[in-house]
């Protein structure tokens, strides 16, 4: 892994939905981890989670608690997953947002955007790294 996952911003099972979404918009963020009292990650709830089943259901943010919201349980991954094992991941359970363990230690979340991101930076420098080899540049 060459960036580390994003700083997580949890959240609790029966937050409304209206109090705990405050960071999204802040940390230009699309998801939450909703997290139980020992701290362990009980599931994850993210902008599409809200639009699909509170505004299109009618419901009201202020009453509605994170846990109505979530998706569970949370697949996660480690700091010794690749990218790539990342992105397939992803990718193969439709997901755009994957927490990264340490053990039982929550240590970040990836978005599909980062990792795309990420991706897109190391392609670069290989071509660049072609480019130099091609015009016989031995730096």
Known sequence: RSNPPRTVHPSAR??????????????????LLVVDDEQRIAGIVTERDYARKCVLMGRESRETAVSELMSAPVLHVTPEHTNEGCMALMTEHRMRHLPVLDGDRLVGILSMRDLVRDIISEQQFVIEQLQLYIAGDSR
């Open 14 to 31: 029966g937050a409304p939905w209206r109090h705990a979404s405050d960071p999204l918009p802040r940390h230009d963020i699309g998801a």
